[in-house]
Every structure is written in structure tokens, then in C-alpha cells.
């Protein structure tokens, strides 16, 4: 027990800033505290251990909710993730559990021999192994940090609302900015792949025509071709969360699809009250972006799977067999056909 080392219950303005930044997905894949034994305050055997994820928001948001408390705080390395997404990997599991236990001196601790595990946690470690293991029993806390608390005060019974996940429009809104940065980069390579491609076909296809057109103009005629992706991008990140309860469809990438079709259609409606009826061929012209948009649409909503209640391991992975293979055929159909148009368009630019 001597080996712990000492941890703040409160929140410091860097603690703050670290948050801020890994929600906006800024160095979250180091933002870690070293696996190990730490107390908070100056407890002794008769004190909880609780039992948490190296991901330094996690160990954070812990140490917070025991504000005021003597506790004993075990960090296990899960290689900086957090505790659900550790427990699927098999990282926040039985195995690790007991090697924390054994290495860090817990096992002379005399009494009260109990850890309070994260509920979200169950699912990579077995309490009766590590009971075996260590003598120690094992007890599931709150979904929520903030519970611990009310659990602690009511003899660690858990209520119904402490055991529930939720997904609740905050909680959606919380992870837009990390997806929106994570998605920055893919998008704009993307972006710059498809229009280089464009503005070489229209350039090839003028060649046949008594007029070459320049390069300045193709490669803005096909740049403007394909931007329409990443505003799709972008508002599928941020609309995809916030409505996510009332899109129509259980699949999440059936969600996507139908989020970008109707995004696709109140421009539509937009476009005919400013400027009249919209003709067939203004029509037409939307149905490439149809299977390319709402097939990038559909892969991104599939980011959102992990973090909801509403899904499976299994559900997701058999959802995921069947969706990709239409999210690539629905983008190269829509790449394809506006490649083609500025191939055919291409002389008369």
C-alpha cells in the first residue's frame, strides 16, 4: 500500500484545458496517467479501492465525483481508452485486474477487500476469477461517475436511473467535436483526389475539341463539382447525432442514407420557392450526388455505434457486412458518374 501515489479531488485550470482539447480530438490518443495504485485523500484498509481506465478524463471525472473522500484509486492500463471501449478490447479485463492488484501492494490490504468497478466495465472482467485470484469482491458501481456519490451513501445499492444508459441529446452533442476534427483531413484528401482526377478528364476530353480548355478552369469546374461533400460531411457529423431518435430507420447506416436523402430534398424545395419549378435536367443532375452523398453520410453514422445504447457487438458487426458493400458501390456509382460528366462536359467548359 505504500507504493500509491497521491491524487488532487479537484480540478485544476490545466485538468480543464486537457478536457476541452481531447473533446475536440487534440492529443486524446496521449492523454494518459501511468496504470498504477493513487489515493485520494488519506485513506487505510477500511477505505474502497475503485477501479478505473488509464484515459486520464476518466481517471478525472473520477476523482472529481469522489471529491471530499478518502479512497483508494487502481489504474489500469487500457493503453489511454476509456473503460467501456477498453472492456470490448479486452484491455479493462480480468487478467489486468488481478496483475494491478498483485503488483501494486493491494494484496496486504486487510480489510474491506472490495473493488468498485465501472458498470460499463462488466463485460471484460469476471468477478469470480479475480475473487479467486485476490480475495478480492468485486461490486459494480454506476454507469456515471457523478452517481458514485449517492451509491456510496446508500450502502452501494445502485438505483434504477444508476444503471440505465443513456443517450440523451447532450450526450450526442458531446461527441460532435471529435468526430468533426477527426474528419477534417480524410475529407479535404478526399476532396483533392476526386477533383485532380475531374479536372485530368475534362482536360483530356477538350483535347478533342477545336478549343482546349484551360487548366484553371477545369480544375475549378470539377472542384465545385465535388465540394458538395464536405458540407454533406460535416453537417452528417453534426445533424446525424442531434436527430438520431427521430431519423427514420433502426440501422444506423439506413439512418445516414436517409439523413443526406432528405437534406437532398429540402435543397430541392429551397431551389424551387427561390427560383420556380426546377426543371428535369436540374433534377437529373442530383441523382450522382444522391449515391455519393448519402453513402458517405451512411459510413460516418456508423462512427456514432459505439457510443449509444441502441446497438450491439454483434449487431454492429452484422450491420457493417451489409452496409459497406453498399456505401462503396453507392460512392463509386456517384464518383463515376460525375467523373463522366466533366469527361463528356469537358470541351464545352
Same mark, same amino acid.
Not at 233 to 240: C, K
Not at 248 to 264: E, H, N, T, Y
Not at 267 to 283: E, K, N, R
Given at each position: 500500500m505504500t507504493r500509491a501515489k497521491p491524487l488532487s479531488d479537484t480540478w485544476t485550470w490545466r485538468d480543464y484545458w486537457g478536457a476541452f482539447k481531447v473533446r475536440w480530438g487534440i492529443g486524446r490518443s496521449s492523454y494518459t496517467l501511468e496504470p498504477g495504485l493513487y489515493k485520494l485523500g488519506d485513506p487505510t484498509d477500511e477505505d474502497l479501492v475503485f477501479v478505473t481506465a488509464n484515459y486520464k478524463l476518466s481517471v478525472d471525472h473520477l476523482r472529481k465525483a469522489l471529491r471530499g473522500r478518502n479512497a483508494w484509486i487502481l489504474v489500469l492500463d487500457t493503453k489511454g481508452i476509456n473503460v467501456w471501449c477498453a472492456a470490448g478490447k479486452g484491455t479493462f479485463g480480468t487478467e489486468e485486474l488481478i496483475h494491478r492488484i498483485e503488483t501494486t501492494g493491494l494484496l496486504g490490504k486487510k480489510a474491506k477487500r472490495i473493488l468498485i468497478l465501472p458498470q460499463l466495465g462488466a463485460p471484460g472482467v469476471s468477478a469470480p476469477a479475480v475473487e479467486r485470484a485476490t480475495g478480492f469482491r468485486v461490486i459494480y458501481g454506476p454507469i456515471r461517475a457523478k452517481d458514485l456519490p449517492k451509491f456510496l451513501d446508500s450502502g452501494l445499492e445502485a438505483t434504477e436511473d444508476m444503471r440505465r444508459v443513456t443517450f440523451n441529446l447532450i450526450e450526442r452533442i458531446v461527441l460532435i467535436p471529435v468526430e468533426l476534427v477527426g474528419l477534417v483531413k480524410p475529407s479535404l484528401l478526399l476532396l483533392g483526389f476526386l477533383t485532380i482526377v475531374g479536372t485530368l478528364l475534362a482536360l483530356v476530353s477538350s483535347l478533342f475539341h477545336t478549343t482546349p480548355v484551360s487548366i484553371s478552369k477545369s480544375l475549378w469546374v470539377?472542384?465545385?463539382?465535388? =465540394?458538395?461533400?464536405? !458540407?454533406?460531411? /460535416? +453537417?452528417?457529423?453534426?445533424?446525424?447525432?442531434? #436527430?438520431?431518435?427521430?431519423?427514420?430507420?433502426?440501422?444506423?447506416?439506413?439512418?445516414?442514407?436517409?439523413?443526406?436523402?432528405?437534406?437532398?430534398?429540402?435543397?430541392?424545395?429551397?431551389?424551387?420557392?427561390?427560383?420556380?419549378?426546377?426543371?428535369?435536367?436540374?433534377? =437529373?443532375?442530383?441523382? !450522382?450526388?444522391? /449515391? +455519393?452523398?448519402?453513402?458517405?453520410?451512411?459510413? #460516418?453514422a456508423l462512427n456514432f455505434t459505439g457510443s449509444t445504447p441502441f446497438t450491439s457487438l454483434s449487431g454492429v458487426l452484422k450491420e457493417m457486412r451489409i452496409a459497406i458493400p453498399f456505401q462503396a458501390g453507392g460512392f463509386l456509382v456517384g464518383t463515376f458518374w460525375l467523373w463522366v460528366d466533366l469527361f463528356i462536359k469537358g470541351g464545352n467548359l
Open positions: 470539377a472542384f465545385y463539382t465535388f =465540394l458538395p461533400i464536405l !458540407p454533406a460531411a /460535416f +453537417l452528417g457529423v453534426i445533424l446525424f447525432p442531434i #436527430l438520431l431518435p427521430v431519423l427514420p430507420g433502426k440501422a444506423f447506416a439506413c439512418k445516414g442514407a436517409a439523413l443526406s436523402v432528405l437534406g437532398i430534398g429540402v435543397y430541392l424545395v429551397g431551389m424551387q420557392s427561390l427560383y420556380g419549378a426546377s426543371s428535369l435536367s436540374s433534377i =437529373l443532375s442530383l441523382v !450522382p450526388y444522391v /449515391f +455519393l452523398l448519402s453513402s458517405i453520410v451512411s459510413f #460516418l
